[in-house]
């Protein structure tokens, strides 16, 4: 009986991609036929609403301090997904079954105080309601998929959500800073969750050398390669998987037209043709086959 996979999306520091990767990933998830519930669990910086342009009657705050049941919380958008499908892939359509479904955390910051407070109260009560969570997303839904988006570096609700997930996907550019976070993640935090059977994988954002102009997106799969100054990236790559012990899972490039826009969206629904969404399909056959 096929079993529901849960991957958290994290980084040692904001500004690496993860929720756009997450946010497309859920919503080609679906259109490819499965259930998948994504949850927006950057509980100090929330921003998945800006991708779907819905709020909840109730959000994930409210769950997770007990006063809110899981209903109440999760936003059915499978509706736009199909709304983008029909209008922008031209015979495309969602397959049958697929269905989104979005957990919202609240931007307001008296919300987060309260969930700062209650962390401090009881921090092994706080962790089984993120245990309820998982278990009632599965049990009421049937999910194929749990996509989480989490706080970046090593905070209390990032540990929770990490510690919930079958496979751990820290995403990363390829910058110093973000090279010696990713060392500190993987000795300190990862090493812990591994032990008792969590998977954890690389993942490369923002790789320098593809520069494509926007026209030619358009049915050709042909992407050119220029060579950069920062050398080798996959030499890189396979350095930091030797120090972490972690497998690259992935190695997207920077599209200069996705992350200099002024508007978040789902370029893989909005853009089926466009390399980046290739790469997020690819991500996605290697989740099928490694997580």
């Not at 059977?197 to 690389?202: A, C, N, P």
């Not at 992407?223 to 790559?237: F, K, L, N, P, Y």
Request: glycine share 8%; net charge negative; hydrophobic share 40%.
């Amino acid at each position: 009986m096929p079993t529901t996979k849960c991957v958290a999306f994290h980084s040692y520091k904001g500004g690496t991609g993860k929720t756009t990767i997450a946010a497309n990933c859920a919503a080609l998830l679906a259109k490819k036929g499965f259930k998948v519930a994504l949850l927006d669990l950057d509980v100090y910086a929330p921003s998945l609403y800006t991708y779907f342009g819905s709020e909840p009657r109730k959000w994930l705050n409210d769950y997770l301090l007990g006063d809110a049941a899981v209903e109440d919380v999760m936003t059915d958008v499978t509706e736009t997904v199909r709304e983008y499908t029909r209008k922008y892939d031209a015979g495309g359509r969602v397959q049958d079954g697929g269905r989104l479904w979005l957990g919202f955390c609240s931007m307001r910051k008296e919300e987060v105080y309260k969930l700062d407070s209650s962390t401090a109260e009881s921090s092994k009560s706080q962790l089984r309601r993120f245990i309820l969570l998982r278990e009632q997303l599965i049990s009421n839904y049937d999910l194929d998929y749990i996509i989480i988006d989490t706080s970046p570096g090593i905070r209390y609700w990032s540990i929770n959500a990490l510690a919930v997930a079958d496979a751990l996907f820290l995403t990363l550019k390829m910058g110093d800073i973000d090279i010696e976070g990713t060392n500190k993640l993987a000795s300190e935090i990862y090493s812990s969750l591994t032990k008792y059977g969590t998977r954890s994988f690389l993942l490369l954002n923002r790789v320098a050398g593809y520069c494509v102009p926007e026209a030619h997106f358009a049915g050709s799969d042909d992407v050119r390669m220029a060579v950069t100054e920062e050398g080798d990236s996959a030499d890189i790559a396979g350095v930091l998987a030797g120090k972490t012990g972690m497998e690259v899972i992935s190695s997207i490039p920077c599209y200069c037209d996705i992350q200099f826009s002024r508007k978040e969206f789902l370029t893989a629904l909005v853009q089926p043709g466009h390399p980046f969404t290739k790469q997020v399909e690819r991500l996605i056959e290697a989740v099928q086959i490694k997580v």
